[in-house]
């Protein structure tokens, strides 16, 4: 069989160290030139197959590829774009596979979350009904840690380790302030649906009674009246008390607790904002003053503080991809499995797409503490290796180094008019 | 004359780098015991004094002073008090005073801002004119960078390179996500009277057209219709548009563009929040897909960030405040001097404190660009060296170690009913 290219693309909210993983898929092509052509990269995601704007990887020195491991965002684009329904139509699947014919691409790599699995599951059935068949590899990555079937998504454990120092250094903050001062500090970290994030603030606590004294997960109503009366209590027991709360926070009925209550003066909804709506009910009902933090983007960017640990499995799930597809794999997610051992360790796995595909994965219940404001130490066994080592960027005149890559497009073949 | 002991304490926000002060003026006492007593520090700040609430640091072991220099936050703890006015009583500092009198206190170290300048000087001054004359040292602390007579505060250098880091980070994020998502994020950061702050996160653009694209600085009358039209244009040509925002930016009339907006649904006003502001007005306007982060206590605790410089400056101005004080110095604030080389260099020298005491250093119009948006070579000369350098403090299982220390209070001597 002649040598096949292949394709790479980055799907959704990108992060500190996805571009490791893109980083362990393009060294891993390198090593493997005997048997894989050129390896291309979409432009802006997905979209950049859809529109066959293809980036080729193989003009970029080894030295830029080298720093894609410490540098966050995504080094070839990213995207939010929902492909068609294939019940309503197969139309922009079928053209994808057109584009990867015109470039021989064989290989899918696609890097990403839950729903970039069911897209790299669908690339896999369709191109073989098309008679093209594209092995498709899924790399899994998501902030969320709301993948089935793998001990956590890499880039998770980076954020986790931001969210975690944030909170402990903001509560050292606010413990100085507290006997004249602020009172009240809550942190709003991401985290929709699932709990993760805004359980790691909970690593911050290394002793019984430090900060962080409420966390706030999506995955338990928010009581507004015990909220309060929590907050009251350990004002009254600590002089002070940290909060960290998920933006996913909610009430039993569903309502976010966020974007509901407030408007701007021109009547329009004031979105996002679980802290500032958190803070509004703390002067409301308690008088305290306050002070909050909406970590946002700076979480999923913080690549100068990201997990050693985290960086490692990024980069390797990234080469792994590219060795499995090589064994003739297919239609599958590079997995992470922990050692049952006391001590951390870790080996690579993988699990068959359609077990992936469109399944969340939520904080157990049994690792959120029995009043529903904190982690157990279950939780926290966890968490913690996750969060293990730190992987500094090189730094220049005081900022990190994080070079861009040339990004140079190859010729259009398809006429997708 | 017999040896006298001091007092030190803390004021103010609490900041990255406030303790690598404290650490200096510690081990310079502990290097001169012959000359120098007890070194008791204010719990709380001026508060301790005030109510006999002192701190023996000789109680604390060498490595737990040693590491203090990496520690964020106010070990002894701060506070944010106004004392009284001397226009209409002086009982307060006469109170000071009896205090350091009963405990023997020579040396006062005072370890903040502008006010707390103002403190200082009036300590040695009520001294005197009591009989019983202490020497009063201002060891400069502020995250604002606005203290006179200095060329710049020690603490602000660790913010600024907090927010550039930042800024670049959250930059390379939305720049990876705008063809399909985000196209305008915006990062609140402190800085209520003075742009210090929001122009550091103009050190992120290392090239023409990097993040961020927009700052808006307390000292620049805020325009919406100009910000937006800057903003679409940006977006327009970028494609994403990063703005840095000071959470004092405000209208030409003097009113914040935080706070005047929107109530919550009790009809409070909902407090803080520029960058929510912003964001509202940007979807109002352009319709724009937005995130906001709010850095608030993270980008002034952020100690695993601290600029090596500052944490050299920190910890030198407080090692000298003790060294001036033993050459008989008073009523001084020990400064930093930029040396006028090409290359960065730094000494030590003083100001009086009569000349630094309520002044306030606004950013000069010449660091800012002619369209009032970002920021001139000139500022970038000037921040550019205050942000270089990395101290990381030491990690364990994925955390900073920053330890407390024991803080034993020592028995109280005055009668304060």
Chains 1, 2 share one sequence.
């Not at 293809?54 to 540098?71: C, N, P, Q, Y």
């Not at 999923?300 to 503080?305: E, V």
Request: charged share 20%.
């Amino acid at each position: 069989m002649a040598k096949k290219n292949a394709f790479y693309a980055q799907s959704g909210g990108v992060t500190a160290v996805i571009n490791a993983s893109a980083c362990g898929v393009i060294e891993a092509c390198r090593q493997h030139r005997d048997k894989i052509g050129v390896l291309y990269a979409g432009q802006n995601g997905i979209i950049g197959a859809l529109q066959e704007n293809l980036i080729d990887t193989g003009k970029e020195s080894d030295a830029a590829v080298s720093a894609l491991r410490h540098t966050p965002g995504g080094a070839f684009g990213s995207c939010r774009y929902k492909m068609q329904d294939l019940s309503e139509s197969t139309a922009e699947y079928e053209r994808l596979i057109q584009v990867f014919k015109a470039h021989n691409i064989g290989y899918f790599f696609y890097n990403g979350g839950g729903d970039s699995a069911d897209t790299c599951l669908k690339v896999s059935q369709i191109s073989e009904k098309m008679g093209y068949p594209i092995q498709a590899i899924h790399i899994p990555k998501t902030i969320d840690n709301d993948l089935p079937l793998t001990d956590y998504s890499p880039d998770f454990g980076s954020v986790a380790k931001y969210v975690a120092v944030s909170t402990a250094e903001a509560g050292l903050d606010i413990a100085s302030m507290a006997a004249s001062s602020t009172k009240v500090f809550i942190l709003e970290v991401m985290g929709r649906h699932a709990g993760w994030i805004a359980a790691a603030g909970g690593l911050a606590a290394q002793a019984v009674g430090d900060a962080p004294h409420i966390i706030l997960f999506p995955e338990m109503p928010f009581v507004r009246e015990q909220f309060i009366e929590k907050v009251k209590n350990t004002v009254g027991e600590k002089g002070y008390c940290v909060v960290v709360a998920s933006e996913g926070v909610s009430y039993a009925d569903g309502g976010l607790i966020s974007g509901s209550l407030s408007k701007d003066a021109f009547g329009h909804q004031q979105l996002g904002g679980v802290a500032p709506a958190l803070a509004s009910m703390v002067k409301h009902s308690l008088g305290y003053k306050y002070h909050y933090a909406v970590a946002d983007y700076l979480q999923r960017a913080a690549r100068h503080l990201a997990s050693k640990t985290d960086v490692e499995q990024a980069y390797a799930v990234g080469y792994a991809a590219v060795e499995k597809a090589l064994q003739g794999k297919n239609a599958i997610m590079v997995t992470i499995q922990r050692g049952s051992g006391k001590t951390y360790s870790w080996s690579l796995g993988e699990a068959p797409l359609h077990r992936i595909a469109n399944r969340e994965k939520k904080m157990p219940r049994s690792f959120i503490s029995r009043d529903g404001y904190g982690i157990t130490q279950k939780a926290r066994d966890y968490l913690s290796p996750l969060i293990a080592g730190e992987d500094y960027p090189p730094y220049r005149r005081g900022l990190p180094h994080y070079p861009a890559l040339k990004n140079i497009r190859v010729a259009k073949r398809c006429d997708l008019s």
